[in-house]
C-alpha cells in the first residue's frame, strides 16, 4: 500500500503562472514532510520541508501547505519558470531516525 | 568538494552475476541510504545505515545487502542479478539520520540486467 500518493504523474503550466503539485498520505503518524526535485540524469536535490506543527512554509517562489485534516499537502511555486521543468518528489516521515517515504513524482513542465 | 560520488555511472549486467555498486561521501555523515528508482513506482528504498557499524532493510531489500564498514563507504551488492533488478540506484547520505536532516542524493547507477 502506497502511503505517500502523488496522483498526477505530469503537469503543464505556462511560464509565469503558478504551479500546484498535490500530494497525499495515509499515514495520520507522519509528521515531517518534503519536497525533492531531480533534473534527468541527476540525483534529486533537497527542496523545501515542513513539519506538522505547521500549515504553511515559505522559501522564495516555493511555499507548502500542509492540511492535516485532509493528509494532503501542496506544493506551489510561483511564478513558475522553464529552470523548474523538472521530477518534484514528496516525502513524508515519522519523527526520529525514521527512512522517508517517497511518492512515485509528478514531472513538471512549465512552458515558455 | 565532492558530496557524493557513485560508481560506475552505468553498467549492463548478465543474470545471475555478482555486482557492487559503490557510494562514498566525504561529509562525514553519519547516515546512508541506498534508494531504486524505476518509472511510475518513484524512489524506492533498498538499504540504509544511521552509523557506521550498523544497517537496516529499507522497502525492498531483497536480493541486495549491504556494509558499513566505515563513515565514508556503503557499498551495495547484488549477490546474483536478474532482470527486475534493472534500475537506477541512487546513494544518499545524510548527517545524523533524523527525519528533519536533509538528505544529499549522488547522480545514480544505471544498472541493466539481461
Known amino acids: 500500500d502506497q502511503q505517500v500518493k502523488q496522483n498526477s504523474p505530469s503537469l503543464s503550466v505556462q511560464e509565469g503562472r503558478i504551479s500546484i503539485l498535490n500530494c497525499d498520505y495515509t499515514?495520520?503518524?507522519?509528521?515531517?514532510f518534503l519536497w525533492y526535485k531531480k533534473y534527468p540524469a541527476e540525483g534529486p536535490t533537497f527542496l523545501i520541508s515542513i513539519s506538522s506543527i505547521k500549515d504553511k512554509n515559505e522559501d522564495g517562489r516555493f511555499t507548502v501547505f500542509l492540511n492535516k485534516s485532509a493528509k494532503h499537502l501542496s506544493l506551489h511555486i510561483v511564478p513558475s519558470q522553464p529552470g523548474d521543468s523538472a521530477v518534484y518528489f514528496c516525502?513524508?516521515?515519522?519523527?526520529?531516525?525514521?527512512?522517508?517515504?517517497f511518492g512515485k513524482g509528478t514531472r513538471l513542465s512549465v512552458i515558455a | 568538494i565532492a558530496g557524493i560520488t557513485q560508481a560506475p555511472t552505468s553498467q549492463i549486467l548478465a543474470a545471475g552475476r555478482r555486482m557492487t555498486l559503490r557510494c562514498t561521501q566525504d561529509m562525514r555523515h553519519n547516515a546512508m541510504y541506498w534508494y531504486r528508482q524505476d518509472l511510475g513506482l518513484g524512489l524506492r528504498l533498498i538499504h540504509y545505515s544511521n552509523t557506521a557499524g550498523t544497517t537496516g532493510k529499507g522497502e525492498v531489500p531483497d536480493g541486495y545487502s549491504v556494509s558499513r564498514a566505515n563513515t565514508d563507504d556503503f557499498p551495495l551488492t547484488l549477490a546474483s542479478a536478474v532482470p527486475s533488478q534493472t534500475s537506477v540506484y541512487f546513494c544518499?547520505?545524510?548527517?545524523?539520520?533524523?527525519?528533519?536532516?536533509?538528505?544529499?542524493f549522488g547522480p545514480g547507477t544505471r544498472l541493466t540486467v539481461l
Open positions: 499515514n495520520s503518524m507522519f509528521d515531517y
Open positions: 516525502a513524508a516521515s515519522l519523527s526520529g531516525n525514521t527512512p522517508l517515504v
Open positions: 544518499a547520505s545524510s548527517d545524523s539520520g533524523e527525519a528533519i536532516d536533509t538528505q544529499y
